[in-house]
């Protein structure tokens, strides 16, 4: 199973409302990423965050880190129609050789209506 | 546009043919990985390259697949014998070796393979 679970899968939200998505992870991680992916296409970073981070911002961004609960959350501020997309958690595992072998979760499908 | 080009877009084939897919990473990147992604699912690892040396490979991956990166540059991940449960987006992404434990991944655009 994978190691990321997101929360929820779909959220419909209105432009110019927040949108909070919520990611819960199993093992001890170097860093947590979402990617964003627009139907049909690659993945896009969006936002990484360390594990001996609490938070950060990027833009209209904010990612929240709680290691001890082994959960995430991402909060985009002010959406717009072209948020719409799948968003994505991924982890990069503790005590790995390869930082870039990430473990994603199932995703959530944000749409924001016009 | 990350950089990072796959080709084919698509690709539909028969069950038990042989296809491949080539990936071309941004050019100053030396590490290479292949995930696959099924509908409603997050990308799964399926394998990884620092410049030419394939240095871990999933349990996903069968002996029905190989990947290659000759010379450090492009990649191919070919499936021999398809089935239909090979039906997927397979996804390439590349990175910049930073030596760090943050590491971030430029995606293609995929190919998706339907096995019919």
């Known amino acids: 199973s994978q190691q990321g679970e997101e929360d929820p899968q779909a959220l419909s939200i209105q432009e110019g409302e927040n949108a909070t998505m919520n990611c819960s992870y199993k093992?001890?991680?170097?860093?947590l990423q979402w990617y964003r992916q627009n139907s049909g296409r690659g993945l896009v970073h969006l936002i990484l965050?360390?594990?001996?981070?609490r938070e950060k911002h990027s833009g209209r961004l904010r990612v929240t880190l709680d290691t001890s609960k082994k959960s995430s959350s991402l909060l985009i501020t002010a959406s717009r129609a072209a948020d719409t997309a799948s968003y994505f958690c991924?982890?990069?595992?503790?005590?790995?050789?390869?930082?870039?072998?990430?473990?994603f979760g199932q995703g959530t499908i944000l749409t924001v209506h016009p | 546009d990350t950089g990072v080009s796959q080709n084919p877009r698509h690709k539909i084939t028969k069950r038990g043919q042989n296809v491949t897919f080539r990936c071309d990473p941004i050019?100053?990147?030396?590490?290479l990985y292949w995930y696959r992604q099924t509908l409603g699912q997050g990308p799964e690892f399926l394998t990884y390259?620092?410049?030419?040396?394939?240095?871990?490979k999933s349990r996903l991956l069968s002996d029905r697949f190989s990947a290659e990166r000759p010379k450090g540059s492009f990649s191919t991940l070919e499936i021999q014998r398809t089935e239909q449960g090979d039906s997927a987006m397979y996804l390439c992404?590349?990175?910049?070796?930073?030596?760090?434990?943050?590491?971030?991944?430029?995606f293609g655009s995929g190919t998706q393979l339907s096995v019919l």
């Open positions: 992404a590349s990175s910049r070796d930073f030596g760090s434990t943050n590491e971030k991944l430029f």
């Open positions: 390259f620092q410049n030419e040396a394939q240095l871990e």
């Open positions: 093992t001890s991680i170097n860093n």
């Open positions: 965050i360390r594990s001996n981070e």
């Open positions: 991924a982890t990069s595992l503790a005590g790995g050789t390869s930082y870039g072998k990430l473990t």
């Open positions: 050019s100053e990147h030396n590490r």
